[in-house]
């Protein structure tokens, strides 16, 4: 593979695509270097402030943006190839993979900041960023702000004498405001009142109001997104029916993945996981505590009121030992299967039928996930 170079123009690469991680990272490397350059050029700052704030944003860029499985990014690439019907030339290829960096960039920026406001311990298998000794929660806020403005600065080096660049820039200002109302959800499943937590209210724990943080929290940024910023790097104006198609595949695909989500964070290995899970203890509305809520007796309702929403492990392990009790994870498996069958249906209603191949890529990365 060749060097990406500063001015854009890449040296002869061999035909990466989709599914070539290695060229892929390449870009980072790029792009993290362009970033992290443009420090030398703040007027009014000494050769050591320079240092300094190139020393920690290194180490704030390679720990919080790669190191995942980059499917949201790699999913634009996939979208570019698919909507052009072949390979892409050298500089489709790193447009394509600038924009995905710019979707994991946004993750990169949401993660920070859910770390902080749920108080995780670890994240893709190590300590979470606000959790390094030498950041602590009051470098993490402002960094995760120090993350989402990269993006703009990226994509204004990058696209901004491209035709797309105002409808790429709406993207992802209208899926930043989504998900952040779907943050807002989620963090008040049970709400606040008089500075901590009000009595745990399970009536609020509902599959419509679940349902609704799904879309807004993880569908729009983790499965939309990508599809539409190559729809639009493609030329496909906004009001093209194709939006319409990807917004209804997506938001299936993403309800199915933030309840595979779920059912992970209570019963994977945090080895395995990457984290540890905490909807438990952080009250949240998921789905295995929607659908529990279905089937309780009124005495096992009993231990999702003396236990759910506590940081108390013997607490935890209560809920839990109820989730199976209740046949959930096999509830969940049956369920796994039916979404399988609706997204395969769904996908082969969709012309033209090239496009399914995008939905066909997407859907193979998250069946039957460990993590």
């Known amino acids: 593979y060749s060097t990406l170079i500063p001015n854009k123009q890449p040296l002869t690469i061999i035909m990466p695509g989709a599914t070539d991680k290695e060229a892929f990272l390449k870009v980072f490397d790029q792009l993290k270097d362009e970033l992290i350059g443009d420090f030398q050029h703040l007027p009014g700052l000494s050769d050591n402030l320079k240092q300094q704030l190139t020393t920690y944003y290194t180490e704030c860029l390679e720990t919080t943006v790669p190191g995942g499985k980059m499917t949201r990014g790699l999913t634009v690439i996939k979208g570019i190839e698919v909507l052009k019907g072949r390979a892409l030339t050298d500089e489709e290829f790193f447009d394509a993979a600038v924009l995905g960096w710019q979707v994991e960039w946004l993750q990169a920026f949401f993660l920070v900041a859910d770390d902080v406001m749920d108080g995780s311990i670890t994240r893709r298998g190590a300590p979470c960023w606000y959790k390094h000794p030498h950041v602590t929660q009051d470098n993490a806020i402002n960094d995760a702000l120090f993350l989402e403005v990269l993006i703009y600065k990226s994509l204004r080096r990058h696209f901004k004498k491209h035709p797309a660049y105002v409808q790429l820039l709406e993207l992802f200002i209208d899926t930043t405001f989504q998900t952040e109302v779907g943050q807002h959800i989620d963090t008040n499943g049970t709400p606040y009142a008089d500075g901590k937590r009000a009595p745990l209210d399970l009536s609020r724990f509902t599959l419509d109001r679940y349902q609704g943080c799904v879309r807004y929290k993880t569908c729009y ?132 039928e090239s496009f399914q191949e995008l939905f066909k890529f997407l859907l193979g990365k998250i069946c039957k996930r460990q993590k």
């Open 221 to 352: 940024y983790s499965f939309y997104l990508s599809c539409a910023l190559a729809l639009a790097y493609c030329g496909y104006p906004p009001e093209s029916d194709l939006y319409v198609k990807a917004d209804a595949v997506t938001m299936r695909l993403g309800e199915h993945f933030q309840i595979q989500d779920d059912v992970l964070d209570a019963f994977a290995p945090p080895e395995v996981l990457g984290k540890i899970g905490t909807d438990i203890e952080d009250a949240k509305c998921s789905w295995l505590v929607c659908k529990a809520l279905e089937l309780v007796t009124p005495e096992q309702k009993e231990v999702l009121v003396a236990h759910y929403g506590k940081h108390d492990p013997e607490g935890v392990e209560k809920v839990k030992a109820l989730y199976r009790e209740l046949g959930l994870e096999k509830i969940y498996e049956d369920y796994e299967e039916e979404q399988k069958k609706a997204c395969d249906e769904l996908i082969a209603s969709i012309e033209p």
